[in-house]
Protein backbone atom coordinates (compact mmCIF):
# COMPACT_ATOMS: atom_id res chain seq x y z
CA UNK A 1 0.00 0.00 0.00
CA UNK A 2 0.83 3.84 -1.00
CA UNK A 3 -0.23 5.19 2.35
CA UNK A 4 -3.40 7.10 2.74
CA UNK A 5 -1.89 10.47 1.36
CA UNK A 6 1.27 11.70 -0.47
CA UNK A 7 2.53 15.10 -0.20
CA UNK A 8 3.05 17.43 -3.27
CA UNK A 9 1.54 19.32 -5.90
CA UNK A 10 1.13 16.01 -8.08
CA UNK A 11 -1.29 14.93 -5.32
CA UNK A 12 -4.92 15.88 -5.25
CA UNK A 13 -6.73 17.26 -2.20
CA UNK A 14 -10.09 14.65 -2.71
CA UNK A 15 -12.27 17.65 -4.40
CA UNK A 16 -15.79 18.94 -5.67
CA UNK A 17 -18.31 21.42 -4.35
CA UNK A 18 -21.03 22.58 -2.79
CA UNK A 19 -24.53 22.13 -1.57
CA UNK A 20 -26.83 19.50 -3.50
CA UNK A 21 -25.38 17.03 -5.17
CA UNK A 22 -25.45 16.90 -9.47
CA UNK A 23 -29.43 18.64 -9.36
CA UNK A 24 -29.61 15.55 -6.82
CA UNK A 25 -31.58 17.64 -4.03
CA UNK A 26 -30.57 15.61 -0.66
CA UNK A 27 -27.07 14.69 -1.60
CA UNK A 28 -25.57 10.62 -2.64
CA UNK A 29 -28.91 8.66 -1.85
CA UNK A 30 -27.78 4.89 -1.76
CA UNK A 31 -31.14 3.57 -1.78
CA UNK A 32 -33.44 5.74 -3.99
CA UNK A 33 -32.84 6.70 -7.76
CA UNK A 34 -34.19 10.24 -7.52
CA UNK A 35 -33.56 12.24 -11.18
CA UNK A 36 -34.34 15.84 -9.27
CA UNK A 37 -33.05 19.56 -10.41
CA UNK A 38 -31.69 21.06 -7.77
CA UNK A 39 -28.02 21.61 -5.78
CA UNK A 40 -26.17 19.79 -3.18
CA UNK A 41 -22.61 19.66 -1.65
CA UNK A 42 -19.23 17.25 -1.90
CA UNK A 43 -15.52 15.98 -2.04
CA UNK A 44 -11.70 17.88 -2.98
CA UNK A 45 -9.04 17.37 -5.38
CA UNK A 46 -6.68 20.20 -5.83
CA UNK A 47 -9.08 22.69 -7.78
CA UNK A 48 -7.95 25.59 -10.11
CA UNK A 49 -7.65 28.53 -8.08
CA UNK A 50 -8.28 32.45 -8.88
CA UNK A 51 -5.06 34.43 -8.34
CA UNK A 52 -4.89 38.28 -8.01
CA UNK A 53 -3.89 38.48 -11.60
CA UNK A 54 -6.59 36.36 -12.63
CA UNK A 55 -4.86 33.24 -13.80
CA UNK A 56 -5.83 29.69 -12.78
CA UNK A 57 -3.07 28.24 -10.15
CA UNK A 58 -3.17 24.77 -8.49
CA UNK A 59 -3.58 24.83 -5.25
CA UNK A 60 -1.38 23.56 -2.77
CA UNK A 61 -2.37 20.52 -1.00
CA UNK A 62 -1.56 19.68 2.91
CA UNK A 63 -1.01 15.94 2.64
CA UNK A 64 -0.38 14.13 6.36
CA UNK A 65 2.89 12.09 6.47
CA UNK A 66 2.55 8.32 6.29
CA UNK A 67 4.55 5.66 8.31
CA UNK A 68 4.05 2.01 8.50
CA UNK A 69 3.28 0.23 11.78
CA UNK A 70 4.92 -3.12 13.18
CA UNK A 71 1.43 -4.97 12.22
CA UNK A 72 1.91 -3.51 8.57
CA UNK A 73 -0.77 -1.09 8.36
CA UNK A 74 -0.54 2.47 7.08
CA UNK A 75 -1.24 5.30 9.58
CA UNK A 76 -1.64 9.17 8.99
CA UNK A 77 -0.73 11.07 11.25
CA UNK A 78 -2.75 13.87 10.84
CA UNK A 79 -1.52 15.74 14.00
CA UNK A 80 1.72 15.93 11.58
CA UNK A 81 -0.60 18.29 9.11
CA UNK A 82 -0.60 22.38 10.02
CA UNK A 83 -3.91 23.64 9.61
CA UNK A 84 -4.74 27.05 8.96
CA UNK A 85 -4.63 29.42 11.26
CA UNK A 86 -8.03 30.06 13.45
CA UNK A 87 -9.23 32.03 16.29
CA UNK A 88 -7.69 31.64 19.79
CA UNK A 89 -9.61 32.65 22.83
CA UNK A 90 -6.58 35.36 23.32
CA UNK A 91 -7.73 36.83 20.15
CA UNK A 92 -11.10 36.53 20.87
CA UNK A 93 -11.09 38.66 23.99
CA UNK A 94 -8.95 41.54 22.58
CA UNK A 95 -11.96 41.82 20.07
CA UNK A 96 -15.64 42.26 19.80
CA UNK A 97 -17.53 41.94 16.89
CA UNK A 98 -19.78 45.06 16.02
CA UNK A 99 -22.77 42.47 15.73
CA UNK A 100 -23.77 40.67 18.58
CA UNK A 101 -25.16 38.00 15.73
CA UNK A 102 -24.34 37.24 11.97
CA UNK A 103 -27.24 36.55 9.99
CA UNK A 104 -26.69 34.32 6.73
CA UNK A 105 -29.24 34.25 4.29
CA UNK A 106 -29.76 30.89 2.04
CA UNK A 107 -32.59 29.53 0.51
CA UNK A 108 -34.92 27.24 2.65
CA UNK A 109 -33.43 23.62 3.19
CA UNK A 110 -35.82 20.66 1.21
CA UNK A 111 -35.07 18.40 4.48
CA UNK A 112 -35.37 19.79 8.41
CA UNK A 113 -35.55 16.95 11.27
CA UNK A 114 -33.92 17.12 14.97
CA UNK A 115 -32.04 13.85 14.39
CA UNK A 116 -30.40 14.26 10.56
CA UNK A 117 -28.07 11.47 11.59
CA UNK A 118 -31.14 9.35 10.95
CA UNK A 119 -33.02 11.33 8.77
CA UNK A 120 -31.41 13.10 6.49
CA UNK A 121 -28.76 13.52 3.78
CA UNK A 122 -25.39 14.78 4.49
CA UNK A 123 -24.60 17.89 3.81
CA UNK A 124 -28.04 19.10 4.02
CA UNK A 125 -28.24 20.16 7.60
CA UNK A 126 -24.95 21.94 6.76
CA UNK A 127 -25.91 25.09 9.07
CA UNK A 128 -25.19 22.73 12.00
CA UNK A 129 -21.61 22.48 11.01
CA UNK A 130 -20.67 24.59 13.87
CA UNK A 131 -22.42 22.78 16.10
CA UNK A 132 -20.61 19.46 15.97
CA UNK A 133 -17.35 18.35 15.68
CA UNK A 134 -16.13 15.21 12.77
CA UNK A 135 -13.59 12.13 13.92
CA UNK A 136 -11.73 13.78 10.60
CA UNK A 137 -11.06 17.61 10.03
CA UNK A 138 -10.24 19.91 7.38
CA UNK A 139 -7.91 22.77 6.57
CA UNK A 140 -10.50 25.62 5.22
CA UNK A 141 -8.13 26.93 3.19
CA UNK A 142 -7.51 23.70 0.97
CA UNK A 143 -9.36 20.73 1.94
CA UNK A 144 -7.12 18.72 3.02
CA UNK A 145 -7.49 16.10 6.09
CA UNK A 146 -6.22 17.33 9.15
CA UNK A 147 -7.01 16.66 13.37
CA UNK A 148 -10.68 16.43 14.25
CA UNK A 149 -11.52 14.23 17.09
CA UNK A 150 -9.67 11.67 15.88
CA UNK A 151 -5.80 12.69 16.22
CA UNK A 152 -4.58 9.88 13.51
CA UNK A 153 -6.69 7.63 11.31
CA UNK A 154 -5.29 4.38 10.00
CA UNK A 155 -6.11 1.68 7.33
CA UNK A 156 -5.89 -1.93 9.17
CA UNK A 157 -3.90 -4.86 8.04
CA UNK A 158 -7.11 -6.33 6.62
CA UNK A 159 -6.96 -3.54 4.06
CA UNK A 160 -10.77 -2.76 4.44
CA UNK A 161 -11.11 -1.34 8.30
CA UNK A 162 -10.26 2.18 9.86
CA UNK A 163 -8.58 2.31 13.45
CA UNK A 164 -9.17 5.90 15.06
CA UNK A 165 -7.42 7.57 17.84
CA UNK A 166 -9.57 10.00 19.42
CA UNK A 167 -8.80 13.37 21.10
CA UNK A 168 -8.68 13.57 24.76
CA UNK A 169 -10.36 15.96 27.50
CA UNK A 170 -13.17 16.97 24.80
CA UNK A 171 -16.19 18.14 26.26
CA UNK A 172 -19.69 18.09 25.27
CA UNK A 173 -22.56 20.80 25.69
CA UNK A 174 -24.74 21.28 28.43
CA UNK A 175 -22.33 19.41 31.11
CA UNK A 176 -23.09 15.74 29.12
CA UNK A 177 -19.37 14.63 29.59
CA UNK A 178 -16.26 13.91 27.94
CA UNK A 179 -16.29 12.97 24.27
CA UNK A 180 -15.16 9.06 24.44
CA UNK A 181 -15.18 5.64 21.84
CA UNK A 182 -19.19 5.07 23.35
CA UNK A 183 -19.99 8.43 21.50
CA UNK A 184 -18.51 6.80 18.13
CA UNK A 185 -20.48 3.92 18.97
CA UNK A 186 -23.98 6.11 19.89
CA UNK A 187 -23.35 7.92 16.55
CA UNK A 188 -23.29 4.64 14.38
CA UNK A 189 -26.49 4.01 15.90
CA UNK A 190 -28.54 6.22 14.51
CA UNK A 191 -27.11 5.89 11.10
CA UNK A 192 -27.61 2.47 10.54
CA UNK A 193 -31.26 1.78 12.78
CA UNK A 194 -33.77 0.15 11.10
CA UNK A 195 -35.67 3.08 10.28
CA UNK A 196 -33.00 5.27 8.93
CA UNK A 197 -33.60 6.94 5.97
CA UNK A 198 -29.97 8.73 6.05
CA UNK A 199 -28.46 8.40 2.67
CA UNK A 200 -24.98 6.64 4.12
CA UNK A 201 -26.76 4.48 6.06
CA UNK A 202 -26.25 1.65 3.44
CA UNK A 203 -22.50 2.27 3.86
CA UNK A 204 -22.34 2.56 7.69
CA UNK A 205 -24.42 -0.51 8.47
CA UNK A 206 -21.23 -2.68 6.38
CA UNK A 207 -19.42 -1.25 9.47
CA UNK A 208 -19.40 -2.28 12.93
CA UNK A 209 -17.62 -0.12 15.43
CA UNK A 210 -15.19 -2.40 17.41
CA UNK A 211 -13.96 -0.08 21.05
CA UNK A 212 -10.61 -0.49 21.46
CA UNK A 213 -10.70 1.87 24.89
CA UNK A 214 -12.08 5.02 25.64
CA UNK A 215 -9.90 6.58 23.01
CA UNK A 216 -9.41 4.31 20.65
CA UNK A 217 -12.16 2.73 17.85
CA UNK A 218 -11.77 0.28 14.68
CA UNK A 219 -14.42 0.30 12.32
CA UNK A 220 -14.45 -2.71 10.98
CA UNK A 221 -15.67 -4.10 7.66
CA UNK A 222 -14.92 -6.55 5.31
CA UNK A 223 -16.06 -4.03 2.13
CA UNK A 224 -13.31 -2.09 0.86
CA UNK A 225 -15.24 1.93 0.74
CA UNK A 226 -12.93 4.70 -0.67
CA UNK A 227 -15.84 6.77 0.46
CA UNK A 228 -15.70 5.51 4.59
CA UNK A 229 -12.73 8.24 4.96
CA UNK A 230 -14.22 11.06 3.49
CA UNK A 231 -17.46 10.45 4.94
CA UNK A 232 -15.82 10.45 8.50
CA UNK A 233 -14.60 13.68 7.49
CA UNK A 234 -16.04 17.37 7.71
CA UNK A 235 -16.39 16.72 3.51
CA UNK A 236 -20.00 15.01 4.35
CA UNK A 237 -21.57 17.20 6.96
CA UNK A 238 -24.16 15.40 9.58
CA UNK A 239 -22.37 12.12 8.02
CA UNK A 240 -20.95 11.19 11.10
CA UNK A 241 -20.74 14.25 13.30
CA UNK A 242 -20.01 12.86 17.18
CA UNK A 243 -23.55 13.56 19.20
CA UNK A 244 -23.35 12.53 22.81
CA UNK A 245 -24.84 9.13 23.73
CA UNK A 246 -25.63 10.04 26.76
CA UNK A 247 -27.74 13.16 25.64
CA UNK A 248 -29.63 11.01 23.11
CA UNK A 249 -29.88 8.70 25.37
CA UNK A 250 -31.95 10.92 27.54
CA UNK A 251 -33.38 12.71 25.28
CA UNK A 252 -36.08 9.61 24.78
CA UNK A 253 -33.83 6.04 25.76
CA UNK A 254 -32.65 5.51 21.88
CA UNK A 255 -31.24 2.54 22.88
CA UNK A 256 -34.59 0.74 23.63
CA UNK A 257 -35.66 -1.07 20.39
CA UNK A 258 -38.48 0.60 18.87
CA UNK A 259 -38.37 4.19 20.80
CA UNK A 260 -38.04 7.35 19.05
CA UNK A 261 -35.84 10.12 20.93
CA UNK A 262 -37.98 13.39 21.87
CA UNK A 263 -36.13 15.63 19.60
CA UNK A 264 -38.97 18.11 19.11
CA UNK A 265 -37.46 21.27 21.28
CA UNK A 266 -33.70 20.62 20.87
CA UNK A 267 -31.06 18.59 19.46
CA UNK A 268 -28.76 16.36 20.85
CA UNK A 269 -25.33 18.01 22.33
CA UNK A 270 -22.16 17.93 20.16
CA UNK A 271 -18.85 19.35 20.79
CA UNK A 272 -19.03 22.48 18.66
CA UNK A 273 -17.77 25.78 19.52
CA UNK A 274 -21.46 26.61 19.06
CA UNK A 275 -24.82 25.00 21.16
CA UNK A 276 -28.25 25.16 19.72
CA UNK A 277 -30.19 27.99 20.97
CA UNK A 278 -33.87 27.50 18.64
CA UNK A 279 -35.32 27.17 15.19
CA UNK A 280 -38.11 27.72 13.32
CA UNK A 281 -38.43 25.00 10.50
CA UNK A 282 -38.11 26.81 6.87
CA UNK A 283 -37.61 29.93 8.81
CA UNK A 284 -33.96 30.02 11.03
CA UNK A 285 -31.36 28.28 12.76
CA UNK A 286 -30.04 29.83 15.92
CA UNK A 287 -26.90 29.08 17.48
CA UNK A 288 -24.27 30.60 20.13
CA UNK A 289 -21.30 30.36 21.25
CA UNK A 290 -21.01 27.42 23.84
CA UNK A 291 -18.28 28.46 26.57
CA UNK A 292 -16.46 25.84 25.91
CA UNK A 293 -12.87 26.69 25.70
CA UNK A 294 -12.74 24.90 21.59
CA UNK A 295 -9.94 22.45 21.04
CA UNK A 296 -9.17 24.32 17.56
CA UNK A 297 -11.12 27.81 17.51
CA UNK A 298 -13.04 30.22 19.21
CA UNK A 299 -15.90 31.59 18.18
CA UNK A 300 -15.83 35.26 16.81
CA UNK A 301 -19.59 35.97 17.01
CA UNK A 302 -21.56 35.52 20.13
CA UNK A 303 -24.59 34.24 17.73
CA UNK A 304 -25.25 32.96 14.62
CA UNK A 305 -28.29 32.88 12.39
CA UNK A 306 -28.98 31.14 9.33
CA UNK A 307 -32.19 32.77 7.98
CA UNK A 308 -34.09 30.30 5.00
CA UNK A 309 -35.30 33.01 2.13
CA UNK A 310 -35.90 31.54 -1.08
CA UNK A 311 -36.45 34.59 -3.06
CA UNK A 312 -32.95 36.24 -4.30
CA UNK A 313 -34.70 39.99 -5.05
CA UNK A 314 -35.63 39.18 -1.20
CA UNK A 315 -32.09 38.40 0.21
CA UNK A 316 -30.72 41.39 -2.05
CA UNK A 317 -32.83 44.02 -0.05
CA UNK A 318 -32.40 42.31 3.29
CA UNK A 319 -28.65 42.90 2.68
CA UNK A 320 -28.24 46.59 1.69
CA UNK A 321 -30.86 47.00 4.30
CA UNK A 322 -28.47 45.56 6.90
CA UNK A 323 -31.65 42.99 8.08
CA UNK A 324 -28.98 40.19 6.82
CA UNK A 325 -25.03 40.30 6.67
CA UNK A 326 -24.17 37.72 4.17
CA UNK A 327 -25.52 35.35 1.02
CA UNK A 328 -25.64 34.19 -2.25
CA UNK A 329 -26.88 35.75 -5.55
CA UNK A 330 -27.36 35.01 -9.78
CA UNK A 331 -24.68 37.08 -11.39
CA UNK A 332 -26.85 40.42 -12.17
CA UNK A 333 -28.28 40.49 -8.69
CA UNK A 334 -24.65 40.23 -7.70
CA UNK A 335 -23.53 42.92 -9.79
CA UNK A 336 -26.89 45.12 -8.60
CA UNK A 337 -25.09 44.79 -4.50
CA UNK A 338 -22.05 45.24 -5.44
CA UNK A 339 -22.93 48.75 -7.00
CA UNK A 340 -24.69 49.55 -3.45
CA UNK A 341 -21.71 49.00 -1.65
CA UNK A 342 -21.70 45.22 -0.72
CA UNK A 343 -18.29 43.24 -1.45
CA UNK A 344 -17.44 39.77 -2.42
CA UNK A 345 -15.71 36.57 -0.84
CA UNK A 346 -14.83 34.50 -3.64
CA UNK A 347 -14.09 30.61 -2.78
CA UNK A 348 -9.59 29.88 -3.07
CA UNK A 349 -11.08 27.33 -5.99
CA UNK A 350 -13.31 27.13 -8.69
CA UNK A 351 -16.07 25.24 -7.07
CA UNK A 352 -19.27 23.80 -8.30
CA UNK A 353 -19.13 22.23 -11.72
CA UNK A 354 -21.91 22.39 -14.03
CA UNK A 355 -23.06 19.96 -16.49
CA UNK A 356 -26.21 18.30 -18.10
CA UNK A 357 -26.84 14.79 -17.59
CA UNK A 358 -29.76 12.69 -20.14
CA UNK A 359 -31.94 10.38 -17.59
CA UNK A 360 -32.60 7.22 -17.12
CA UNK A 361 -30.15 5.30 -19.61
CA UNK A 362 -29.71 2.73 -16.89
CA UNK A 363 -28.86 -1.38 -17.08
CA UNK A 364 -31.97 -3.81 -16.87
CA UNK A 365 -31.39 -4.75 -12.91
CA UNK A 366 -33.05 -5.17 -9.51
CA UNK A 367 -32.83 -1.65 -7.85
CA UNK A 368 -34.19 -0.39 -5.25
CA UNK A 369 -37.71 0.84 -6.89
CA UNK A 370 -36.78 -1.17 -10.57
CA UNK A 371 -37.47 -4.81 -10.85
CA UNK A 372 -35.79 -5.93 -13.69
CA UNK A 373 -37.85 -6.88 -16.72
CA UNK A 374 -35.86 -9.19 -18.89
CA UNK A 375 -35.45 -6.31 -22.28
CA UNK A 376 -33.71 -7.32 -25.09
CA UNK A 377 -31.05 -4.97 -24.94
CA UNK A 378 -29.86 -5.25 -21.35
CA UNK A 379 -31.13 -1.63 -20.15
CA UNK A 380 -34.40 -0.01 -19.14
CA UNK A 381 -35.54 1.66 -22.59
CA UNK A 382 -34.18 -0.21 -25.51
CA UNK A 383 -35.65 2.88 -27.58
CA UNK A 384 -33.91 5.49 -25.60
CA UNK A 385 -32.43 8.50 -27.73
CA UNK A 386 -29.93 8.49 -25.61
CA UNK A 387 -28.50 5.02 -26.19
CA UNK A 388 -26.39 6.11 -29.59
CA UNK A 389 -23.13 7.86 -28.60
CA UNK A 390 -23.35 10.30 -31.85
CA UNK A 391 -27.01 11.44 -29.85
CA UNK A 392 -25.03 12.14 -27.01
CA UNK A 393 -22.05 13.90 -28.35
CA UNK A 394 -24.46 16.01 -30.85
CA UNK A 395 -25.86 17.78 -27.58
CA UNK A 396 -22.28 19.06 -26.26
CA UNK A 397 -21.77 20.28 -29.88
CA UNK A 398 -24.55 22.32 -30.22
CA UNK A 399 -23.75 24.29 -27.05
CA UNK A 400 -21.94 27.55 -27.82
CA UNK A 401 -20.14 27.50 -24.34
CA UNK A 402 -18.38 30.95 -24.97
CA UNK A 403 -21.34 32.58 -24.97
CA UNK A 404 -23.28 30.79 -21.83
CA UNK A 405 -19.85 31.63 -20.05
CA UNK A 406 -20.08 35.45 -20.58
CA UNK A 407 -23.80 35.88 -20.18
CA UNK A 408 -24.52 33.45 -16.75
CA UNK A 409 -20.88 33.57 -14.98
CA UNK A 410 -19.36 36.77 -16.66
CA UNK A 411 -16.55 35.03 -18.11
CA UNK A 412 -15.26 33.86 -15.02
CA UNK A 413 -16.01 29.85 -15.53
CA UNK A 414 -13.57 27.42 -16.51
CA UNK A 415 -14.78 24.87 -18.82
CA UNK A 416 -15.17 21.16 -17.23
CA UNK A 417 -13.50 18.58 -20.18
CA UNK A 418 -14.27 15.44 -18.19
CA UNK A 419 -17.32 14.94 -15.97
CA UNK A 420 -16.44 14.55 -12.21
CA UNK A 421 -13.16 14.85 -12.62
CA UNK A 422 -10.50 18.03 -11.56
CA UNK A 423 -7.99 19.37 -13.93
CA UNK A 424 -5.36 19.72 -11.54
CA UNK A 425 -5.11 16.28 -9.97
CA UNK A 426 -2.67 13.70 -10.06
CA UNK A 427 -5.06 11.19 -12.21
CA UNK A 428 -5.66 13.97 -14.78
CA UNK A 429 -4.65 13.23 -18.40
CA UNK A 430 -3.50 16.11 -20.59
CA UNK A 431 -5.08 14.08 -23.35
CA UNK A 432 -8.49 14.93 -22.25
CA UNK A 433 -7.87 18.70 -22.87
CA UNK A 434 -5.99 18.54 -25.87
CA UNK A 435 -9.26 16.18 -27.60
CA UNK A 436 -11.82 18.64 -26.15
CA UNK A 437 -12.70 20.60 -28.73
CA UNK A 438 -12.79 17.86 -31.33
CA UNK A 439 -15.16 15.80 -29.07
CA UNK A 440 -17.26 18.01 -27.14
CA UNK A 441 -16.49 21.88 -28.70
CA UNK A 442 -18.89 24.25 -30.35
CA UNK A 443 -19.35 22.68 -33.71
CA UNK A 444 -23.60 23.05 -35.13
CA UNK A 445 -22.39 22.21 -38.75
CA UNK A 446 -21.06 18.64 -36.76
CA UNK A 447 -23.74 18.57 -34.37
CA UNK A 448 -26.65 18.43 -37.41
CA UNK A 449 -24.77 15.26 -39.01
CA UNK A 450 -24.01 13.88 -36.09
CA UNK A 451 -27.99 13.60 -35.87
CA UNK A 452 -28.70 12.34 -39.42
CA UNK A 453 -26.33 9.58 -38.89
CA UNK A 454 -28.56 8.38 -35.94
CA UNK A 455 -31.37 8.63 -38.28
CA UNK A 456 -33.23 12.18 -37.49
CA UNK A 457 -34.28 14.92 -39.80
CA UNK A 458 -36.94 18.01 -40.65
CA UNK A 459 -38.99 14.71 -40.81
CA UNK A 460 -38.16 12.83 -38.01
CA UNK A 461 -36.96 14.93 -35.57
CA UNK A 462 -35.22 14.35 -32.17
CA UNK A 463 -37.89 15.69 -29.57
CA UNK A 464 -36.35 16.37 -25.45
CA UNK A 465 -37.39 17.73 -22.58
CA UNK A 466 -34.96 20.05 -20.90
CA UNK A 467 -35.62 20.45 -17.13
CA UNK A 468 -36.75 24.24 -16.56
CA UNK A 469 -37.63 24.42 -13.31
CA UNK A 470 -35.80 26.81 -10.88
CA UNK A 471 -33.33 25.30 -8.11
CA UNK A 472 -31.36 26.04 -5.25
CA UNK A 473 -27.82 26.12 -5.66
CA UNK A 474 -28.43 26.83 -9.29
CA UNK A 475 -29.29 30.05 -9.35
CA UNK A 476 -29.02 30.38 -13.23
CA UNK A 477 -30.69 27.34 -13.98
CA UNK A 478 -34.18 28.51 -15.69
CA UNK A 479 -32.75 30.76 -17.63
CA UNK A 480 -29.75 28.68 -19.10
CA UNK A 481 -32.44 25.97 -19.86
CA UNK A 482 -34.71 28.55 -22.22
CA UNK A 483 -30.84 29.25 -23.73
CA UNK A 484 -29.34 25.68 -24.23
CA UNK A 485 -33.73 24.83 -26.02
CA UNK A 486 -32.71 27.07 -28.12
CA UNK A 487 -29.05 25.86 -29.31
CA UNK A 488 -30.72 22.77 -29.83
CA UNK A 489 -33.76 24.27 -31.80
CA UNK A 490 -30.80 25.26 -34.02
CA UNK A 491 -29.85 21.60 -35.13
CA UNK A 492 -32.96 20.42 -35.46
CA UNK A 493 -34.33 19.36 -32.06
CA UNK A 494 -37.64 19.55 -31.36
CA UNK A 495 -36.77 20.50 -27.76
CA UNK A 496 -39.45 21.96 -25.01
CA UNK A 497 -38.58 22.62 -21.34
CA UNK A 498 -40.29 20.74 -18.83
CA UNK A 499 -41.39 22.14 -15.85
CA UNK A 500 -43.58 19.90 -13.74
CA UNK A 501 -42.91 20.10 -10.24
CA UNK A 502 -39.58 18.49 -8.74
CA UNK A 503 -41.62 16.28 -6.77
CA UNK A 504 -43.44 14.69 -10.02
CA UNK A 505 -40.32 13.99 -12.03
CA UNK A 506 -38.79 12.34 -9.13
CA UNK A 507 -41.14 10.14 -8.66
CA UNK A 508 -40.57 9.45 -12.20
CA UNK A 509 -36.97 9.12 -12.12
CA UNK A 510 -37.10 6.50 -9.30
CA UNK A 511 -38.45 4.13 -11.76
CA UNK A 512 -36.45 5.05 -14.55
CA UNK A 513 -39.69 6.37 -16.03
CA UNK A 514 -37.89 9.53 -18.35
CA UNK A 515 -36.34 8.33 -21.83
CA UNK A 516 -35.97 11.66 -23.51
CA UNK A 517 -35.40 14.57 -21.11
CA UNK A 518 -32.14 16.47 -19.86
CA UNK A 519 -31.34 17.62 -16.26
CA UNK A 520 -29.32 20.30 -14.86
CA UNK A 521 -26.69 19.19 -12.44
CA UNK A 522 -24.17 21.08 -9.94
CA UNK A 523 -22.04 18.99 -7.96
CA UNK A 524 -19.22 19.37 -5.19
CA UNK A 525 -19.21 15.31 -4.24
CA UNK A 526 -15.86 14.16 -4.75
CA UNK A 527 -15.07 12.05 -7.50
CA UNK A 528 -15.08 8.61 -6.37
CA UNK A 529 -18.49 9.41 -5.11
CA UNK A 530 -19.80 10.81 -7.85
CA UNK A 531 -19.77 8.55 -10.72
CA UNK A 532 -20.71 5.28 -7.95
CA UNK A 533 -23.96 7.72 -7.36
CA UNK A 534 -25.05 9.12 -10.91
CA UNK A 535 -23.19 6.09 -13.13
CA UNK A 536 -22.26 2.83 -11.25
CA UNK A 537 -25.06 0.21 -11.27
CA UNK A 538 -23.58 -1.18 -7.88
CA UNK A 539 -26.92 0.89 -6.05
CA UNK A 540 -29.37 2.94 -6.99
CA UNK A 541 -28.40 5.85 -9.20
CA UNK A 542 -29.23 9.25 -8.80
CA UNK A 543 -30.14 9.63 -12.84
CA UNK A 544 -27.03 9.64 -14.61
CA UNK A 545 -26.48 7.63 -17.30
CA UNK A 546 -24.71 3.63 -16.89
CA UNK A 547 -22.36 1.42 -19.57
CA UNK A 548 -21.37 -1.80 -19.95
CA UNK A 549 -17.20 -0.87 -20.00
CA UNK A 550 -17.71 2.51 -17.60
CA UNK A 551 -19.49 0.38 -14.84
CA UNK A 552 -16.29 -2.21 -15.10
CA UNK A 553 -13.46 0.51 -14.72
CA UNK A 554 -15.92 2.59 -11.91
CA UNK A 555 -16.06 -1.25 -10.03
CA UNK A 556 -12.48 -1.76 -9.92
CA UNK A 557 -11.86 1.88 -8.83
CA UNK A 558 -14.08 0.98 -5.89
CA UNK A 559 -11.94 -2.38 -4.74
CA UNK A 560 -10.06 0.06 -2.25
CA UNK A 561 -10.52 1.72 1.05
CA UNK A 562 -7.52 3.67 0.98
CA UNK A 563 -8.48 7.23 -0.81
CA UNK A 564 -5.36 7.98 -2.48
CA UNK A 565 -5.36 4.52 -4.47
CA UNK A 566 -8.78 5.22 -5.31
CA UNK A 567 -8.11 8.30 -6.65
CA UNK A 568 -5.05 6.81 -8.61
CA UNK A 569 -7.90 4.46 -10.18
CA UNK A 570 -9.92 7.32 -11.65
CA UNK A 571 -7.28 7.82 -14.58
CA UNK A 572 -8.61 5.06 -16.23
CA UNK A 573 -12.29 5.64 -14.98
CA UNK A 574 -11.84 9.02 -17.31
CA UNK A 575 -10.20 7.76 -20.48
CA UNK A 576 -13.38 5.05 -20.25
CA UNK A 577 -16.01 8.05 -19.79
CA UNK A 578 -14.46 10.60 -21.65
CA UNK A 579 -15.44 8.83 -25.36
CA UNK A 580 -18.72 8.27 -23.98
CA UNK A 581 -20.06 11.25 -23.45
CA UNK A 582 -21.73 10.39 -19.91
CA UNK A 583 -22.74 14.32 -19.73
CA UNK A 584 -22.80 17.78 -21.06
CA UNK A 585 -19.63 19.53 -19.81
CA UNK A 586 -20.08 23.02 -18.72
CA UNK A 587 -17.99 24.88 -16.21
CA UNK A 588 -16.58 25.08 -13.33
CA UNK A 589 -18.48 28.44 -11.75
CA UNK A 590 -17.03 30.34 -9.22
CA UNK A 591 -18.61 30.15 -5.36
CA UNK A 592 -19.13 33.69 -4.38
CA UNK A 593 -20.62 35.19 -0.83
CA UNK A 594 -21.82 38.70 -1.31
CA UNK A 595 -21.02 40.01 2.58
CA UNK A 596 -21.58 43.92 4.25
CA UNK A 597 -18.26 45.25 4.29
CA UNK A 598 -19.62 47.26 7.31
CA UNK A 599 -19.80 43.91 9.15
CA UNK A 600 -17.70 41.33 7.67
CA UNK A 601 -13.69 42.30 7.25
CA UNK A 602 -13.39 38.85 4.62
CA UNK A 603 -13.96 35.35 4.60
CA UNK A 604 -11.31 33.00 2.60
CA UNK A 605 -12.30 29.81 2.14
CA UNK A 606 -11.60 27.01 -0.41
CA UNK A 607 -15.52 26.40 -0.76
CA UNK A 608 -14.64 22.87 -2.19
CA UNK A 609 -15.68 20.58 -1.13
CA UNK A 610 -17.24 22.32 1.83
CA UNK A 611 -20.26 24.25 1.03
CA UNK A 612 -20.37 28.23 1.31
CA UNK A 613 -20.97 27.96 4.73
CA UNK A 614 -18.75 25.37 6.13
CA UNK A 615 -15.65 27.16 7.47
CA UNK A 616 -17.42 29.69 9.69
CA UNK A 617 -14.39 30.43 11.11
CA UNK A 618 -13.34 31.80 8.28
CA UNK A 619 -15.69 34.74 8.59
CA UNK A 620 -13.88 37.43 9.80
CA UNK A 621 -16.09 40.14 11.60
CA UNK A 622 -15.64 44.30 11.69
CA UNK A 623 -14.39 44.61 15.10
CA UNK A 624 -15.52 47.50 17.37
Same mark, same amino acid.
Request: aromatic residues 8%; hydrophobic residues 35%.
Given at each position: ?30 ? #? $??? *?????? /? ?5 ? =??? !? +?? @?? #? $??? *?????? /? ?5 ? =??? !? +?? @? ?544
Amino acid at each position: MSGLFRGGLATTMLLLSMLLVFAACGGDDDD #S $AAT *TSGSTT /TEPAAVP =TVA !D +TG @SI #S $ALP *TAVPEQ /TTTDSGS =TST !D +TS @STTPAPEPTAAMMEEKEAVVERLIIADGPPSVESNNPWKLESPRGPYFMNAMYDSLIAVDPLDGSFIPGLAESFSVEPDGTSIRLKLRQGVEFHGGNGEFTAADVVATHLQQTREDAAHTHRSQYRQVTPEVISDYEVVLRTDQPNPELVPNLSERNVISFEILSGKDMTALGGDEIPGEQPDLSSRLPAGTGPYEFVGREQSVNFVMRASGIDHWRYQPQFNELEYRFIGEASTKLAGLVTGEIHMSQFPQDLKEQAVSQGMAIARSLTLARERAMFVNNHNFDKDYFSYEASGTPCGFVHCSSVFSDVRVRKALSKSINRDEINEVYYGGEGTEAHNPHLIPTASYWNPEWDRNFESEYGYDPVAARQLLADAGYNENNPLELLIDGTPSSGVAEKADQAETVLGYFSEIGIKAQLDQRDAATTRAIGRVFGHTNRITFMTSNIYETQAFRVHHHSGTTPRGGPEFRGLDEAITQQRSTVDPVLALDGLRNVGDVSFPLHIAIPMFWAPDDIVYNPDIVQSYDRSGVPLGPWHSIQQIIPVYK
